[in-house]
């Protein structure tokens, strides 16, 4: 006889149980019937029991066949549906002219990859999901290299090609998987395919390496030595999961290397320049790679990082922390005694330590105080839209494309320069910005004002927009509540917004620093709340009679 597998196969379908459609009645089938079956139509044992074992199995991964009868050697159907789905399977192994796809589907251009993936996801799910020891083995294994730039404590990450899919989380830190042309010449296409997909480390020197400056250079633009130079941060542990770019779908097992990034000013600038044009690129805190996704919507896959420290997103934030700064900081003017308090209302500049500035007599127009406000207010770091025209850049930098915005920029530090001021920074392609530290960037008070709402005390900016774009208002409440007996002292020093110095005065002081300055008003440039002036306390931006209104 024909031992043709098809052959084999339409023996089986013939010899299978029956089940009644309705009701428990069925027949049985044993093994040895169906080896006598086989042995009478002159078919070898070794193949017999080779083609009977292979159709158990898979009878009974598909979980058609009672199990006890099976015990006892017995092929007996769970069901009539079960009977059906068994027939329906065979029957098209035994077909030769049996499809269950048309010709084309699994071909890479049949563009019928939601139809593939679907089909990969749910069978995938189900050998994961209905293993008896939950243990199955992934059947595809993925070799990444992860690139982590960090920049002020934002992390850049890189929306991947699968970008259609809002449920799924499709941000990840720059760099990709490995591919077979980032070995060297001398590996054989076999042994590369080899590595690439097996559950092992891959050793050959320079491979993640050469995967990483080429992935990074898909992504940004940056070139390796020119741009940044890398070096290795940490080996994630593997992770297993179901995944995969469009129907790349499977259970797959991630080995991730990562790196950390150091740019270089070329490469602060290009990227600068890529950002304002790449939708692609986007910058995240420690906390949102830790919760896995933005406020915003933006989910991550950063499930192997997670994994690595155990869910625990204490760990991984700190474990983030440790990471560098991948551009150094680099502003000119750092220390403390060259510090700068900016002006609003007034034509002095102050600068020095706190306390012991000096006035620095400067003329500049409304429209120059604020533009020059507005880069110190990005140079602190605070929101702001821009305006069409103007990029946000990084530390403290801001592009202008308009050229004559840009030269009354460059008008403005003409001005300073001839006061002695040099606090303005150009660089190439209409990029400007504050010579200063974010640190030592102070406003005078009178850009501020204090309003009275109930028991609150609400502080507020004076200026809400300029030529460069929308700042976002500063709106910071303090509960004057919980403070009454001490609020009642200070007015009781207090006449008309001025106090005499007294004994009271640390007290004061303290006060008014724990309370209300560590409470946001430092941080949006504010130096001091109670200023003194000819030996009198002055509550910044107040009213006259505000003491009077708010205890």
Not at 10 to 16: D, G, N, P, S, T
Not at 56 to 80: F, K
Not at 137 to 166: K, N, Y
Request: hydrophobic share 40%.
């Amino acid at each position: 006889m024909d031992n043709s597998a098809s052959q084999l196969l339409q023996i089986i379908v013939q010899e299978l149980p029956i089940h009644a459609e309705e009701g428990a009645v069925a027949t049985d089938k044993t093994r040895a019937a169906l080896f006598d079956v086989f042995a009478a139509n002159g078919v070898e044992t070794s193949a017999a029991i080779a083609v009977v074992a292979l159709i158990e199995r898979l009878l009974i991964s598909t979980c058609l066949l009672e199990p006890a009868a099976l015990t006892q050697g017995i092929w007996r159907w769970m069901s009539y549906p079960a009977s059906l789905l068994g027939r329906s399977l065979l029957n098209s192994l035994a077909d030769e002219q049996q499809r269950w796809f048309i010709k084309d589907f699994w071909r890479d251009d049949a563009g019928r990859y939601e139809e593939q993936r679907q089909i990969l996801h749910t069978l995938e799910t189900r050998r994961c999901n209905y293993h008896v020891t939950r243990t199955a083995q992934p059947i595809r294994c993925v070799h990444v290299v992860w690139a982590f730039l960090q920049i002020e404590g934002r992390f850049l990450f890189h929306q991947r090609e699968d970008r259609l899919r809002s449920e799924v989380a499709n941000y990840v830190p720059l760099g990709g998987r490995l591919k077979v042309d980032d070995f060297s010449d001398d590996i054989s296409p076999a042994q590369r395919l080899q590595w690439l997909q097996s559950p092992h480390e891959i050793n050959f020197t320079g491979v993640n390496e050469h995967g990483l400056e080429r992935e990074i250079e898909e992504e940004t633009g940056l070139l390796l030595e020119r741009h940044y130079t890398f070096a290795p941060w940490l080996v994630l542990r593997p992770l297993q999961k179901i995944e995969g770019k469009a129907a790349n779908m499977a259970y797959t097992a991630y080995f991730i290397h990562c790196f950390c990034v150091t740019l270089n000013r070329d490469g602060l600038f290009h990227l600068m320049n890529r950002l304002g044009s790449d939708d692609t690129l986007c910058w995240l805190t420690a906390g949102d790679i830790a919760q896995g996704e933005q406020q915003c919507g933006r989910r991550l896959f950063v499930d192997a990082l997670q994994q690595h420290f155990a869910g625990n997103q204490q760990l991984l934030i700190a474990a983030l922390q440790t990471i560098p700064n991948s551009y150094p900081h680099d502003w000119p003017l750092t220390k403390n005694e060259e510090a700068i308090i900016l002006p609003w209302q007034e034509d002095q500049f102050l600068r020095g330590v706190a306390g012991k500035e000096k006035a620095i007599p400067c003329t500049l127009t409304l429209d120059e105080k604020a533009i020059l406000l507005h880069l110190s207010w990005h140079g602190r770091g605070l929101e702001w839209t821009p305006a069409e025209g103007v990029l946000i850049g990084l530390q403290g930098w801001i592009q202008l494309q308009d050229a004559a915005l840009l030269e009354q920029v460059h008008h403005i530090g003409v001005k300073l320069e001839k006061a002695n001021l040099v606090l303005l920074q150009s660089g190439d392609q209409g990029w400007v910005r504050l010579r200063i530290s974010p640190k030592q960037i102070f406003f005078r008070d009178s850009l501020f004002f204090i309003d009275v709402d109930k028991n609150n005390l609400v502080f507020k900016t004076r200026l809400e927009a300029t030529q460069l774009g929308q700042l976002k208002m500063f709106n910071q409440h303090f509960d004057l509540a919980n403070h009454a007996p001490t609020l009642k002292n200070i007015r009781d020093q207090v006449k008309n917004g001025q106090d005499e110095l007294g004994g009271s005065k640390n007290a004061l002081e303290m006060f008014v620093q724990r309370n209300i300055m560590d409470a946001g008003l430092e941080r949006v440039g504010l130096r001091k709340l109670l200023p003194v002036e000819k030996k009198c306390y002055r509550l910044a931006g107040v009213r006259d009679d505000f003491i009077e209104k708010s205890v």
